[in-house]
């Protein structure tokens, strides 16, 4: 082997260590937001969602101007495109952090990460992706694993009334997230690799500026929150920006599959944070659907991984 070849082999290995490392640390600062989010006290996900936008305009602006990237497309379409993603992603962020009002940490991630499968299935009804009788089993796993975690009070009676609405309201909106998370993914799987992240980034912080500032003029609720809520606001809005940082970063170190099993491991941070940070232990029904839920997105996620190898060695040898 020559030295060219040794440096491009060692080369590739840094990047999956990177892709790998930094996907860790983006899993683990999104389970990390969650927990802060529940140290506040005053303020809602109105004031986290404002702080986010303004704060990823004023990253996101300077970095565009410096690769020159237009802000608008050429093509009208597209352009709609980016900006209902932008709309979509904004509610999605909104549902999250108010389901965790209502849910344990825990659940609220382990609900949210069925987005993995769900895209799966919308994938293939929208896009016309394959879908196999494994991912259809794994599909109704992870609704199994949903079920244990939201413990709907008609299945599970030993919940108090008042616990039970809150567990509901909670995990509905966790849903609601994983319903827009899935309808973000899908419009970028539409969009293509042609649209930068930066443009994207952009669009989002000012769809969500104008969201928040027009719930708060409806509401009359806009107000400076208290200096400890507002630190943990400014807090939760950068370690979300570093967040997505790093999660970009890992897509453009490794393969786009690995990092989403990766990913996956936010389920794992949530729960150990909530234990230690607010003493919270998961019921066992809750742990089980919540292992359940990591375990099938582990599992497609690594089926797709090798399905996509496999086709790649086949198209090589051809």
């Known amino acids: 082997m020559n030295y060219s ?40 996900a109105d004031e986290v969602q404002l702080a986010r936008s303004i704060l990823q305009f004023i990253v996101s602006l300077p970095l565009l101007t410096y690769r020159r990237e237009n802000i608008f497309q050429d093509d ?24 965790i009002k ?13 987005c993995i499968t769900l895209v799966g299935l919308v994938a293939c009804i929208c896009l016309k992706e394959s879908c196999s009788v494994i991912e259809a ?23 108090a009334s008042e616990s039970a609405e809150n567990m509901t309201a909670g995990i509905l909106l966790a849903f609601a997230t994983v319903l827009c998370n899935t309808a973000s993914i899908i419009v970028i799987r539409y969009l293509g690799s042609g649209v930068h992240f930066i443009i ?21 609720t806009l107000q400076i929150p208290c200096m400890d809520d507002l630190l943990l606001i400014l807090l939760i809005a950068v370690v979300g920006i570093l967040g997505q940082m790093l999660m970009t970063i890992s897509l453009q170190k490794e393969k786009a ?3 989403v099993v990766v990913q996956s491991t936010q389920i794992i941070f949530a729960l150990i944070l ?35 190898n496999t086709q790649k060695e086949k198209a090589d040898r051809d």
């Open 137 to 159: 089993l794994l599909s109704i796993l992870t609704f199994v694993g949903l079920v244990l975690v939201a413990r709907p009070s008609f299945l599970f009676r030993n919940m």
């Open 274 to 308: 909530q234990l230690v940070f607010l003493g919270y232990s998961p019921t066992l029904t809750s742990l089980i659907g919540s292992l359940i839920i990591f375990f099938s997105s582990v599992v497609l996620t690594l089926k797709k991984i090798r399905g996509s």
């Open 102 to 114: 209502f849910a344990p940490l825990g659940d609220a991630v382990s609900v949210t990460n069925t």
């Open 200 to 220: 994207t980034m952009l669009h989002y912080s000012w769809v969500g500026v104008v969201y928040s500032l027009a719930l708060f003029a409806s509401e009359g």
């Open 257 to 259: 599959g690995h990092v």
């Open 76 to 99: 009208l379409k597209t352009n709609l495109l980016i900006i209902i993603r932008g709309a979509i992603s904004v509610l999605g962020n909104w549902f999250f952090y108010s389901s």
């Open 5 to 44: 070849n040794r440096k491009e082999k060692c080369s590739e290995k840094c990047n999956k260590v990177v892709g790998f490392t930094f996907a860790l640390l983006a899993a683990f600062s999104w389970a990390l937001c969650g927990l802060l989010f529940k140290y506040v006290k005053d303020a809602g």
